[in-house]
């Protein structure tokens, strides 16, 4: 086999972006917007993934002899657990209560995106297995508590659970196009009682709005001025400072702008709400929303009907609508399982960690099946 090592880079812009992109997504693999050197680009140039901000960027890059770049993996040095999505605040009490620290941790995760993909990116096993070495010796090179890799897919946390990393998983609510045709479709795989109620719901959410999905060429600047207020809004009342500045949200609309999709809402001329989403090659990706004024029912329109009315007429099988948010499961998303590992160095919380995940999955599995018990699909098929 060939040589392989294992470098650390301290910034996005410090790779070719062609380098990264053919590991991170290939042509054989659906296309992930989330992985591509254009957004983790883009959190670190406009300032919002940096030192300063508790997010320091360690990528691991994987070459051969020759220094061409065979695989992939994201790294963050970070100094607190905000933004993750997944909560180890307890774990992290535990540890400083014991005379240690928790932070900083290692952690490898797209910054604030609750959403399942691909970690270790490369094709070859072997060189995902020399990420993952390379990942479990850095956070003991560094002398840090531990390594975290949050919402791989499947394969990924087969490789990572395989290589010796603690095992946890969580709930999201998903939808999936079942061969539906059409919105009428999928309503009508519903129970009869949950059809006339989200008919009744969306009927209340239009009456008074014009609704737009806006995507490429017809996002301007002035759309993204009033999504980020909107964005700033629901930010300030859920977690205090929003994570994400507008430079951030230029440089998408520079880049990624075919890969993005904002749903918004007018009344008159004067738009009051917007959604923000993602566009994968199979995946829509929901991921924020905000309103500058109440209206009946719109967030429900916006976020999570209007997303799979898009899916739907744009042949994508699944809509992603982020963490948490039981409501979904009334609008036809369903529960399953999103995953994460850990690499706990300090044995006996290591220990405490382990024994805890295990009593957590058989709990998370009982509430995902008694949630899918009471979906809104009909009980006959």
């Excluded at 209206?295 to 948490?324: M, N, S, T, W």
Aim: proline share 4%; glycine share 8%; aromatic share 10%.
């Amino acid at each position: 086999m060939t040589d392989i090592s294992v470098r650390m880079i301290t910034a996005m812009a410090q790779i070719d972006p062609a380098d990264w992109d053919r590991c991170a997504n290939p042509e054989d693999q659906p296309y992930d917007p989330f992985l591509s050197w254009d957004f983790l680009d883009a959190l670190e140039t406009s300032g919002s993934a940096v030192e300063e901000t508790g997010w320091g960027p360690r990528h691991l890059i994987a070459e051969d002899d020759a220094g061409q770049v065979l695989g992939v993996m994201p790294l963050y040095v970070k100094g607190h657990s905000y933004g993750e999505y997944v909560f180890d605040h307890a774990w992290a009490d535990a540890l400083e209560r014991a005379g240690g620290a928790y932070y900083p941790k290692l952690l490898t995760a797209i910054p604030f995106t609750p959403a399942t993909g691909r970690r270790v990116l490369s094709r070859d096993p072997d060189i995902r297995s020399a990420l993952i070495q390379a990942g479990r010796h850095a956070v003991r090179e560094l002398d840090l508590s531990s390594w975290h890799v949050l919402f791989p897919d499947a394969p990924t946390q087969a490789d990572l659970t395989g290589a010796g990393l603690l095992a946890r998983q969580d709930i999201q609510f998903i939808w999936e196009d079942e061969d539906y045709g059409d919105y009428e479709g999928f309503l009508a795989a519903l129970s009869s009682r949950k059809r006339k109620a989200l008919r009744k719901e969306r009927k209340i959410a239009q009456q008074a709005v014009t609704i737009e999905q806006l995507t490429g060429d017809a996002l301007t600047e002035h759309h993204w001025d009033v999504f980020f207020a909107c964005y700033q809004d629901t930010g300030a009342r859920k977690w205090g400072t929003p994570y994400l500045n507008r430079e951030f949200f230029s440089l998408i609309h520079e880049r990624m702008a075919d890969k993005v999709l904002l749903v918004m809402a007018k009344e008159g001329e004067t738009h009051i709400a917007s959604a923000l989403n993602f566009i994968g090659s199979d995946t829509l990706y929901g991921r924020y929303w905000g309103a500058l004024r109440f209206a009946d029912q719109l967030h429900f329109e916006l976020c999570y009907h209007q997303a799979i009315d898009y899916a739907l007429a744009h042949g994508l099988k699944r809509v992603e609508a982020g963490a948490q948010g039981g409501h979904k499961l009334a609008r036809g998303y369903r529960p399953q399982l999103v995953y994460s590992t850990h690499d706990v160095v300090h044995e006996g919380l290591q220990g405490a960690v382990d024994r805890y995940l295990r009593s957590e999955r058989r709990a998370v599995e009982t509430e995902r099946q008694a949630l899918d018990a009471d979906s809104p699909y009909r009980k006959d098929g």
